[in-house]
Structure formats: C-alpha cells, structure tokens
C-alpha cells in the first residue's frame, strides 16, 4: 500500500471522520457517480415520492462499502478486528481489479442505455 494510505491506521476517530468525509467530497468519482444517480433518478423517477425512495435506495447502497464494516465493528466488537483486518488485506490486494469490475459494469450500464436510447 502507498505511504500515505498506511498512515491512516494511526488517525484519531475525529481526525479520521474529518479524512473521510473531505475525502469522499472530493473525490472525483464519488462527485461523477453521485450526478450520475441524481440526474437517473430526477430522469426516471415519476413522482417526488418515488424519486425520494430513488434517493433513499441510491445513499442506502452507496453507503454500504463503509456501512457495512462499520456495522461489523459495533455489532461484533473487539471479536470483529480479525475479520476487519482480513477485509482490508484482501482489499487492498484487489483494489485493482475490484475497482476494475466496478467500472466494468457501469461502463455496460452507460453503453447499454446509449444503445437503448
């Protein structure tokens, strides 16, 4: 892993959340994926009370790649530091293709709509 990746496992939990969230703010794929679903959902989504389970479905999965470690961590405890180090072992070896993958498939999804369109 680069240098600077590695010494996030030193943050303090507040300097941590301030890393995250400036992080994900500026992110340029975070900001194109997000304009992205908001513009499908605007597009799509017949009224405001569909387009706000569109929303609500849309930050739902978003949230889940950071949700869901989290929510091993309080559920589990002290007993969830061998899983979440596997976890992030494995993803850093895969970051690659798993990134890779992922674009793969929104690439589909945006060659799929052009041609439908």
């Known amino acids: 892993m680069p240098r600077w990746i590695q010494t996030i496992d ?8 301030i890393f995250g969230v400036g992080f994900a703010a500026v992110n340029p794929k975070n900001v194109l994926l997000a304009v992205g679903g908001a513009a499908a959902i605007v597009r799509n989504a017949g009224s405001t009370a569909a387009q706000a389970i569109a929303l609500a479905a849309f930050i739902l999965i978003g949230t889940l790649g950071v949700g869901v470690p989290v929510a091993v961590y309080f559920a589990l405890g002290e007993r969830s530091r061998r899983f979440l180090e596997a976890l992030k072992n494995w993803m850093s070896t895969h970051n690659a293709t798993v990134t890779s993958l992922i674009f793969f498939v929104i690439a589909a999804k945006l060659i799929s709509d052009a041609i439908r369109g």
């Open 10 to 17: 030193a943050f303090t939990p507040g300097r941590a959340r």
